[in-house]
């Protein structure tokens, strides 16, 4: 089956079905904010997105921007065909844990270099995760990391049908 008609972007927003694949990582100065019970978790604007066609944006963070008290090491590990082996981090915040809620790559393959320990976040477990001060949606199905945001038009891989998009 093929991809749905993609949205009509709106004034200043990209469509996620003009990203590229295999995917990439970019630089971004967007403020990115992280807050999980009453803990600021994350904010930065040295942060990287990556982009994949019908993905909302994933952000990694570098660790100067993240409170990384409130992380710890998971076992889980899993495998990107475009980054390489990521490995997790639980969220351990005022007595509540996020069994691995966010992710890294430590050694990710050449063209994610610049993402190489940086932090990403799923946000759908999480309090608030802002984009500019925006309460962004997470990427729907459970299983994807994306963040959306007025920026992007869909629709957005995840949703019922979308597998093989």
């Given at each position: 089956m093929g991809h749905p008609e993609p949205d009509t972007p709106g004034p200043g927003q990209e469509s996620v079905w003009?990203?590229?694949?295999p995917a990439i990582c970019e630089p971004t100065s967007?403020?990115?904010q992280v807050r999980h019970k009453g803990v600021d978790l994350v904010d930065s604007t040295s942060a990287y997105r990556t982009l994949e066609t019908s993905?909302?944006?994933t952000y990694y963070i570098p660790r100067a921007d993240i409170a990384m008290d409130y992380l710890e090491p998971n076992a889980r590990r899993s495998l990107c065909e475009w980054k390489g082996q990521a490995r997790y981090f639980d969220i351990a915040i005022g007595g509540t844990r996020i069994d691995a809620g966010a992710w890294?790559?430590?050694?990710?393959t050449p063209g994610f270099?610049?993402?190489r320990d940086m932090i990403a976040f799923y946000p759908d477990p999480l309090d608030e995760c802002l984009v500019d001060g925006e309460k962004i949606?997470?990427?729907p199905g459970g299983f994807y990391g994306g963040w959306i945001?007025?920026?992007e038009a869909g629709p957005?891989?995840?949703?019922?049908?979308s597998r093989f998009w």
């Open positions: 003009d990203y590229p694949r967007r403020r990115i993905h909302p944006p890294t790559y430590p050694e990710p270099a610049p993402i949606t997470p990427q945001s007025q920026y957005f891989k995840g949703i019922p049908g």
